[in-house]
């Protein structure tokens, strides 16, 4: 996933953060109501949205930088 992501334009990591935020909204509106709940995915989820968010910011020190 992080390889994949320094191939990706920010509009498109921002398509994915934003994607990726709304299905952790959804899985947490999900359980509220069934009590089931998957550490695993909710992790996963998690670190998805911290690999872009270090990838959009490492481009934006980068920019600044040159």
């Keep these: 996933m992080a390889k994949d992501l320094k191939n990706k334009t920010e509009k498109e990591l921002q398509k994915a953060l ?24 909710v992790r996963k989820m998690k ?3 911290a690999q872009i ?6 481009r934006d020190i980068e920019s600044k930088n040159k």
């Design 18 to 41: 934003n994607e990726a935020r709304e299905e952790v909204r959804k899985f947490r509106f999900s359980i509220s109501g069934s009590g089931k709940l998957s550490l695993k995915e």
């Design 47 to 49: 670190k998805q949205i």
């Design 53 to 58: 968010l270090t990838e959009l910011r490492s």
